[in-house]
């Protein structure tokens, strides 16, 4: 992490003695006492700083030297002398209290004083003397230079920490100050300095009009997007003003309008007033926050008008962009605080929405309209679905890969994800293009996402959103290839060969018109749409078909698998699936049930072949087929052909031993007459010759078989579940005893124990043995290795038919237990 040299330095700021410290720190004190503060000044304060922060634990300097330390921090030093003693006492505890009594008017040290504090404070009183001075200093009219270009970021940083900190007047006051900057700042460029010659002094020049980013000269009020040379006071007091409005509202607008009946005015009445509430005169008569309120929504309205410019500079473009975003966000919260503005806000915001919704390169912008249109299109009676089917639609689809986007977006759905579930009708059919997102960038939106899947399932959707998260390396390979594609031309192979021959293959393969129906699948915008491989052929061909194309595709994207993006997207799958089975079990529908049961066996075996990515996917799908099963026990009658074509084929102990074992678990477990009334004696004898085939099959001893390569605990599942199914037909019985005498000399045979350790093999032996003398009592066997489905919520304390075994096991733990004080 940190080089040797790095690594050495720290070392000696930590084992410093403390007698060497002492000495350090008067040398430090002389340091700042002498006249010449240079070099050996700084070198000693940046060791200091390295010995105060190098360890966990919090030092003590001399009294003497932190009133030093702030001596310089507050005075006209060098400003690399004030940084250092600034960053030195952010590392120890010091009164902040008597900090912040005796602070200059200097905006730099106000700067320095205002981070120790923040830093250091435990509660709002240590910074009232700080906050105060803020305040007088806005009230006043200091000199260029000592105002308080500095104090608005300090107030708006000590407001998100104590949003109490200010009284009722103290918040007028700010609001009407934030008035004047806001909506009066002057229209002339700041005056600037220049020299007039070698031999002639400096002179001023002319104050200069303001520009607009296209050119023209400022007609208007000053605004963020007002452009010029330098600016004045006022004009930087603007800028910061409306850096903060956003959060101020939201602190300190919660109460909405002053007049107590405003929430009783109709539609017509709102409309009335904010007619009214447009005029100058009459917005000069409203308190202070609502006259804030309005000259922030005129502000806001202004930069909407200004993006319309074009702009003569790429970075003037994207700070076009970044006031869109702002001033439509204030705008929210504004309507959301009097209703009376939202008839006011629609017409900008429309014409705002037409304008950009045809635009990628503004696909930020249209977040922030679409949280508008969501909040209040039913109030003012606007249809909002061209909106967000632009939104999730068209945005995903061609800027999956703009980390910035991708992080909003999904935050936007996390935040409004059950009014989006509510009214927005193609959100929950949206999640192929929201998983975009997570495949292009899937280390930095796991986390969201975890939070975001449980509200795109639903029933209609469950079992395609499954398919989706199992193939979402395939999306990302695609994704890949889709992004190299639009870079390089098909003819210029140079470039081509340049990413690789795999690579280059893979490209082939994505510009050929053979394989375009299924990239069109994996890259659809949204559900149920395209050239599925699951929905479409499901209907149409049989899933040996469906099977045949997912192959195809994985090997199409073969080369693909060792790419580290979709490395990193396979590794988060099996987070996600936890979290859609933990999610979909929860929804009472057989019908999704049964085809649940139907996906996992089938994708079981078909998964893209990543390192791993197999052997995890169906560690997961084997946990949750005991949920499923647990909560759904006639799932193994109504799958019971699909079953039997499972576990009746050895070959699939050999690719997914794991999930194959859960599956011959559960067999065995619900396959009860118990559990459901349809489970004849045919249905259990057809799984017992199944299992026994395969059993039979996997334990033959012959003299030139090679070891056996799957597990004993697969053995001993196998023949337990054989004896469970016996015990539930007894006329199966004897064959399953004579099945398992014969297992000794297949544990004891040369490939067996070459293979396996002696305790794997005597496990084995001795289930058998157990299993042989369970049968031999069928009644105990019946209650031992098959219980009844109460068994987990069992009623001793209350059944009499019932109490009899756990009543024989209670007495013995006691007799045992207390045998020292029974008679004799």
Not at 84 to 89: G, Q, T
Not at 331 to 354: H, N, Q, T, W
Request: glycine letters at 4%.
């Amino acid at each position: 992490m940190y080089s040797a040299a790095t690594e050495s330095l720290i070392k000696q700021a930590r084992e410093i003695k403390e007698d060497e410290l002492q000495k350090f720190y008067g040398r430090v004190f002389k340091l700042l006492h002498s006249k010449d503060q240079g070099g050996d000044t700084v070198d000693s304060l940046q060791r200091l700083h390295l010995i105060l922060s190098a360890t966990k634990y919090s030092r003590e300097l001399p009294s003497d030297l932190v009133m030093k330390l702030q001596t310089v921090l507050c005075s006209s030093c060098p400003e690399q002398l004030q940084v250092l003693s600034c960053s030195i006492l952010r590392e120890i505890f010091l009164s902040v209290h008597s900090l912040c009594s005796n602070v200059s008017q200097d905006s730099r040290t106000i700067s320095y004083v205002a981070s120790i504090a923040l830093s250091q404070a435990g509660n709002k009183e240590e910074v009232m003397p700080l906050c105060h001075h803020l305040l007088k200093s806005l009230e006043s009219r200091l000199s260029e230079g000592q105002m308080s270009k500095h104090t608005l970021p300090i107030l708006s940083k000590m407001i998100s920490v104590y949003p109490d900190i200010l009284t009722d007047d103290q918040v007028n006051l700010v609001s009407r100050k934030m008035v004047d900057w806001l909506r009066y700042a002057s229209m002339q460029q700041g005056a600037s300095v220049s020299s007039g010659g070698f031999f002639s002094g400096p002179r001023t020049r002319q104050p200069a009009p303001l520009m607009e980013l296209d050119g023209v000269v400022t007609g208007d009020f000053f605004t963020v997007l007002c452009v010029g040379q330098s600016y004045t006071e006022d004009q930087w007091m603007n800028m910061y003003a409306f850096s903060m409005i956003r959060s101020w509202l939201l602190t300190y607008d919660t109460g909405g309008t002053s007049n107590a009946e405003s929430d009783d005015r109709s539609e017509v009445d709102s409309s009335v007033m904010s007619m009214v509430s447009a005029t100058s005169s009459s917005s000069r008569l409203l308190p202070p926050k609502e006259r804030l309120r309005e000259k922030t929504f005129e502000y806001c309205q202004r930069l909407i008008e200004q993006s319309d410019r074009k702009a003569l500079k790429k970075t003037d473009t994207e700070l076009q962009k970044a006031c869109i975003v702002e001033s439509v966000s204030i705008m929210d919260i504004i309507c959301g605080e009097d209703p009376s503005y939202v008839y006011r806000a629609f017409p900008c915001i429309k014409a705002l929405y037409g304008r950009l919704n045809g635009d990628l390169a503004y696909s930020r912008t249209l977040i922030p309209i679409a949280q508008f249109y969501l909040n209040h299109s039913e109030m003012a009676a606007v249809d909002s679905e061209a909106v967000f089917r632009q939104l999730f639609g068209h945005c995903p689809t061609g800027q999956f890969n703009e980390p910035m986007l991708a992080f909003e977006f999904i935050q936007f759905c996390l935040l409004n994800a059950s009014t989006l579930q509510a009214r927005v009708t193609n959100y929950r059919h949206s999640f192929p293009n929201l998983l975009k997102f997570l495949a292009w960038n899937s280390p930095g939106l796991i986390s969201e996402f975890v939070e975001l899947l449980p509200s795109l399932l639903a029933p209609d959707t469950a079992i395609e959103l499954l398919h989706t998260i199992l193939d979402l390396p395939c999306l990302a390979a695609a994704l890949d290839l889709q992004h190299r594609s639009a870079c390089y031309q098909a003819s210029d192979r140079t470039l081509w060969d340049q990413q690789g021959v795999k690579v280059a293959a893979c490209l082939d393969a994505f510009r050929q018109p053979f394989y375009r129906g299924l990239f069109l699948y994996i890259l659809r915008p949204e559900a149920g749409t395209g050239d599925t491989i699951d929905r479409h052929f499901i209907e149409l061909l049989s899933l040996y078909i469906i099977g045949c194309r997912l192959r195809m595709l994985h090997e199409i994207l073969a080369d693909m698998a060792d790419s580290p993006r979709v490395v990193r997207c396979a590794q988060v799958i099996p987070v996600l699936l936890h979290v859609y089975f933990n999610t979909v079990t929860q929804i009472s529908d057989e019908k999704l049930m049964n085809q649940l049961m139907l996906v996992l066996l089938e994708r079981s075996g078909l998964l893209y072949n990543i390192r791993t990515f197999h052997a995890e996917v169906q560690r997961v799908f084997s946990t949750h087929l005991q949920t499923l099963c647990k909560l759904h026990p006639s799932l193994i009658v109504d799958q019971s052909r699909e079953l039997l074509d499972f576990v009746g084929s050895p070959s699939n102990i050999y690719s997914k031993e794991d999930f194959y074992t859960h599956v011959v678990w559960v067999i065995g477990e619900y396959l009860s007459v118990s559990y459901d009334t349809r489970c004849s004696v045919e249905l259990i004898t057809s799984f017992f010759e199944s299992l026994e085939a395969v059993l039979f099959e996997i334990t033959q001893v012959r003299q030139s078989a090679s070891p056996p390569s799957f597990s004993p605990r697969l053995i001993t599942v196998l023949m337990t579940t054989l004896a469970k199914l016996a015990t539930r037909s007894q006329d199966l019985i004897p064959r399953v005893s004579l099945f398992l005498s014969k297992m000794r000399l297949f544990a004891r045979s040369a490939p067996v124990t070459a293979c396996y350790s002696e305790e794997d093999s005597e496990e084995i032996i001795t289930r058998a043995h157990e299993l042989i003398n369970l049968l031999k009592l069928p009644n105990v066997a019946q209650f031992v290795l098959a219980p009844s489905a109460g068994g987990d919520g069992p009623r001793w304390h209350r059944d009499t038919n019932t109490s009899l075994p756990q009543s024989m096991r209670t007495i013995s733990t006691l007799l045992h237990r207390h045998s020292s004080v029974l008679p004799t």
